[in-house]
């Protein structure tokens, strides 16, 4: 199972259906996620959720997640979506503030060890603020 943050118009997540048995996808824009709906729904996926919301929150009640993709730039990493991420999953985010983001892996092994690595420098929009605490990439 897959979480994506961040739907836009549904392309990353019919590709992300293609690879993965579910998609779990949320996007806080609402006329973005009724059109990806319209969207995968004409191009029969069956295998792809998605839900209008704060990105930031993740899905809880279809977590945990294998992999958890991520499309906009938090300023720190939402810990609602490393809680939501599987032992021996991987997350895929930018990080950071504009100007200065980064994009991370964050892997979570077995018995449920937090890792960070930073893999290159990125340029994503800004995703929406949240007033819960949240972890730095390191």
């Given at each position: 199972?897959?979480?994506?943050?961040?739907?836009?118009?549904?392309?990353?997540?019919?590709?992300?259906?293609?690879l993965?048995?579910?998609?779990?996808?949320?996007?806080?824009?609402?006329?973005?996620?009724?059109?990806?709906i319209?969207?995968?729904?004409?191009?029969?996926?069956?295998?792809?959720?998605?839900?209008?919301g704060?990105?930031?929150?993740?899905?809880?009640?279809?977590?945990?997640?294998?992999?958890?993709?991520?499309?906009?730039?938090?300023?720190?990493?939402?810990?609602?979506?490393?809680?939501?991420?599987?032992?021996?999953?991987?997350?895929?985010?930018?990080?950071?503030?504009?100007?200065?983001?980064?994009?991370?892996?964050v892997?979570?092994?077995?018995?449920?060890?937090?890792?960070?690595?930073?893999?290159?420098?990125v340029?994503?929009?800004?995703?929406?603020?949240?007033?819960?605490?949240?972890?730095?990439?390191?």
């Open positions: 199972m897959v979480l994506e943050i961040g739907t836009g118009l549904g392309y990353q997540a019919a590709m992300l259906a293609e993965a048995g579910r998609v779990y996808s949320v996007e806080i824009i609402d006329e973005l996620a009724q059109r990806a319209r969207r995968l729904k004409q191009q029969g996926y069956t295998n792809v959720e998605v839900r209008i704060n990105g930031h929150a993740g899905w809880p009640e279809h977590a945990p997640f294998d992999k958890v993709m991520v499309t906009a730039a938090p300023d720190l990493i939402p810990p609602p979506l490393i809680n939501q991420l599987k032992p021996g999953g991987r997350m895929v985010t930018p990080v950071g503030l504009l100007g200065a983001q980064q994009l991370g892996m892997e979570k092994d077995l018995n449920g060890r937090v890792t960070t690595k930073e893999i290159m420098p340029l994503f929009s800004v995703l929406g603020g949240s007033d819960q605490p949240a972890f730095r990439a390191s």
